[in-house]
């Protein structure tokens, strides 16, 4: 069974850092496109970045953009979300996905598979 398991996620403050890991179990994403996504209380949940199959392609939301880098380990199926400059709202759950096929994507649509997720939170 294909499983996405998200960790990482914690309490850190204002100006911290924190980087989120989610091994993929049961299906070969390394031939896939793969993304974060996130949901703050009361919110939709929203696009965060994404990472087609070879790594060399990445998407940011404008609102993460130069603070948050995505990256995979193709050797270890992982997918790593590396937050840097945490601001109070940051603070949200964080869902790690894997996407139909081997681009990444905006649009949540566009994924078949979805982690539980991993609580965020920043403190001011």
């Known amino acids: 069974q294909e499983q996405l398991v998200e960790s990482g996620g914690g309490l850190v403050p204002a100006g911290g850092a924190l980087t989120l890991s989610c091994p993929g179990s049961g299906r070969t994403f390394t031939s896939y496109g793969m993304g974060w996504f996130r949901q703050a209380p009361g919110k939709e949940r929203e696009f965060v970045a994404a990472?087609?199959?070879?790594?060399?392609?990445?998407y940011y939301a404008d609102s993460v953009k130069g603070r948050f880098v995505i990256s995979r380990d193709i050797a270890k199926n992982t997918v790593f979300l590396q937050m840097n400059s945490l601001k109070p709202e940051d603070t949200a759950v964080y869902y790690c996905?894997?996407?139909?096929?081997?681009?990444?994507?905006?649009?949540?649509?566009?994924?078949?598979?979805w982690g539980q997720g991993t609580q965020v939170t920043v403190s001011s």
């Open positions: 996905a894997g996407a139909k096929d081997y681009s990444g994507s905006y649009y949540s649509s566009d994924y078949a598979y």
């Open positions: 990472i087609n199959w070879s790594g060399g392609t990445t």
